[in-house]
């Protein structure tokens, strides 16, 4: 039972970072009918920007460990959002009247661009955060022995996933987001700035991915290049199992992969694990096409 606790943390613990990324496709998904397919990179350059910052301003010792943390993860959430409004502006907005086609092959351009620019940046050899930033405590949880980092990592993703749908659905922001999402052109003549709206949503959806960067290269130690095409294609797929377009459905959908993941590479194999989160999406997919919580119209963001 010890066993299937230490999976069940750990799988939340992921699948929390699957969810924060899985919001950025959906969102961008709800709003422009468009999968993003450089989010992933986007994440990827988080966790680059936050290596940088950590070791080249030295946060954790001018201001200490935890402020450091902190501080680190809201230049990385501003810097990584900058980022994806540039990306906005250059690649999908000059194609919003286009066929749909010209936006997703620009999409994959912008990905193949940024793994390339992250490759010459910081090259192509993994690279580490430094050790002894987090405290290696554990916690003791109804007898059970659970390192505090996950309970850490899984309490975040959750506070940004609540904030995020606190957002989304208690703001005037949020109604906006959500009145562009079923009807640009009505939005529009209710006085909403579609055009912001959207960059909004590209603001917001790599901060997210940004900050999930980071995370893994907290809880993991080790980052390359080419991490964010698995991760974005994991995190695409808890998009999928919970309805794309619906952010709870990401959430869940984060959750529940990043859970089965844990659970086979355990009770199964780890060669498997992969193998396994594909077979639960495509067994979730017969019963309900639409996800788990499926694609709705009216509340899509």
């Not at 193998?275 to 119209?297: D, K, N, Q, Y």
Request: with cysteine.
């Amino acid at each position: 039972m010890e066993e299937f606790f230490q999976q069940l943390t750990n799988g939340l613990a992921v699948g929390g970072i699957y969810a924060l990324i899985a919001l950025g496709y959906t969102m961008v998904y709800g709003v422009l009918k468009l999968i993003n397919f450089a989010h992933g990179d986007l994440f990827t350059i988080g966790a680059f920007l936050g290596l940088t910052l950590l070791t080249s301003l030295g946060l954790t010792d001018s201001v200490g460990p935890v402020a450091g943390l902190l501080v680190l993860a809201v230049m990385v959430v501003i810097l990584v959002g900058v980022v994806g409004f540039l990306l906005e502006r250059v690649a999908y907005r000059p194609l919003r009247t286009s066929p749909r086609l010209s936006a997703v092959v620009s999409a994959l351009g912008a990905s193949i661009f940024f793994q390339n620019a992250i490759m010459l940046i910081w090259g192509a050899r993994p690279l580490v955060y430094p050790h002894g930033l987090l405290p290696n405590i554990t916690v003791d949880v109804f007898g059970v022995e659970l390192p505090l980092i996950r309970i850490i990592m899984f309490a975040i993703s959750v506070v940004l996933m609540c904030g995020l749908y606190y957002l989304t659905h208690k703001t005037r922001i949020g109604t906006a987001i959500r009145a562009a999402a079923i009807d640009q052109g009505a939005a529009k003549l209710m006085g909403i700035d579609v055009n912001r709206v959207i960059s909004l949503v590209f603001m917001i959806g790599p901060a997210l991915g940004g900050a999930a960067g980071v995370m893994v290269g907290l809880y993991y130690g080790q980052i390359n290049f080419t991490m964010g095409w698995l991760y974005g294609l994991k995190a695409f797929t808890a998009a999928i199992l919970g309805g794309i377009g619906n952010i709870p459905g990401a959430m869940l959908g984060g959750l529940i992969l990043g859970v089965v993941e844990s659970l086979g590479a355990a009770y199964i194999s780890i060669a498997w694990k992969d193998a396994i989160s594909f077979l639960v999406l495509i067994l979730i997919l017969i019963v309900r096409p639409t996800g788990l919580l499926g694609e709705r119209v009216a509340d899509k963001v």
